[in-house]
């Protein structure tokens, strides 16, 4: 498995044809208290780019941007319940949906984990 | 997290709260903290503890010379001139239309009128008063002055720890102010103008103190158990959840006093004489005969809804705008603030918000969202 990341600050796990999609444990940092996520419908065709999900803390809502493009086939159903957990566990157990990827070249545009971590140490 | 960073101005307290681990953001032209620990937990520390809130960005302003007051009723609809010693009101800047141009707390100090405004227009709300007032009256800016609010059902007994005593004899305690009282203090030889008032529904204090002295009455207060600094987030969401509107959202100059609820701050004998900038409109729609009117709701769900949403009719037109919405940590469900036609404005009417194309229930809440907890005088 391997982790890419965006500078929109998510994370994309792939395995195979499937990619699921979070925020970084900085994003969620930078929010706040998250009070609840909104995520795609399953069956929904994202283009990379797309607007994805929306996440709101008690203050903002910020959008979600598809990384890559693909078919939604799940969400995280635990977030309803609980949307803090993207604040507790915002890179394992807050993951926002899983897409199958239409496009693996896209993998190419986003960076590794070293690189990530290079970009959020500039900001 | 792009905004421009550049010319901000530093509030006497910039470094302090950067040593607390503030997180600083731009607003109102300065540098001021949005958070410590967390929006959450400093909310609900304010509702059951005491927070203490940096508002040096708001505009304090002394009106000194004979008939002040008579002279600030010409722009404002408060009953000014029977505004005894030592007491506040909240009332109205009126633009001639009779728009809103800001919200402020007028306070007899028993030598002058010291006035309290929003940061961000209070450089606007000078000039014009500047403009409007007789050269009888001296308008002083106090720019050396520091504010800072401790509020929470905590702040009395937190207050009463430091040796606050009386400027002169014949004025209170701190302690012992009621709610929308003020007066002049001395602590460790530094004068301190000390009001019971605030912004978050809570009992508290807000403190005018010189810049060079804030430092240490802030570190005075959260060396004690029950104070923790808050930032500029909670202050929103407290103030959300107490039913205060916020000035350049919640009204603005193209909002009439009625319409936005503030029906309250039209005293009696100023509706009568009628003589206070844009009267003859304002006043045509007193008591309930604005169009449109701003009220609190209630969201469906736990998403919230945000300023700038519409409300929408059956048909999917816009009668109406969301003016502040967010997330009350004290009932754990979304509430805002929102204009609808008067028609649709009575409590528990049914009401439609569309938020990104999508379509979110409401309903007309009274407010205060979260009741009020004033240290008020009791009624005899």
Known sequence: ?123 | MSENTENLKQLPLGDWHRSLGARMVPFAGYEMPVQYEGVMAEHIWTRTEAGLFDVSHMGQVNLSGEGAAEALEAITPGNLSALGAGKIRYTLLLAQDGGILDDLMVTNTGRNLYLVVNGATKHDDIAYMRQQLPVSVTLDHLEDAALLALQGPKAGEALVKLDVQPLEAGWPVPADLHFMEAGPFLWNAIPLGISRSGYTGEDGFEISVPAEHAEALASALTDLEEVRPIGLGARDSLRLEAGLPLYGHDMDAGVLPVEANLNFALSKIRREEGKFAGAERVLAQYPDKSEIKRVGLFIDGRQPVREGADVVDDAGNSIGKVTSGGFSPTLQRPIAMAYVPRELSATGTAITVLQRKKQIACTVADMPFVPHNYHRKPKI
């Not at chain 1, 890559?68 to 969400?75: A, H, K, L, P, Y």
């Open chain 1, 1 to 123: 498995m391997s982790r890419y990341f965006t500078e929109e600050h998510e994370w994309v796990d792939v395995e195979g044809d499937t990619a699921t999609v979070g925020i970084t444990e900085y994003a969620q940092e930078q929010l706040g208290d998250i009070v609840f996520v909104e995520t795609p419908d399953v069956g929904s065709e994202l283009s990379q780019g797309d607007d994805a999900a929306v996440v709101e803390s008690v203050k903002a809502a910020s959008d979600v941007y598809a990384a890559v493009s693909g078919e939604v086939i799940e969400v995280n159903e635990a977030l309803e319940e609980e949307p803090a957990l993207v604040n507790s566990s915002a890179e394992e157990d807050g993951w926002f949906f899983r897409l199958t990827l239409s496009d693996k070249d896209e993998l190419s545009d986003l960076m590794d984990e070293k690189a990530y971590k290079a970009f959020v140490d500039n900001l």
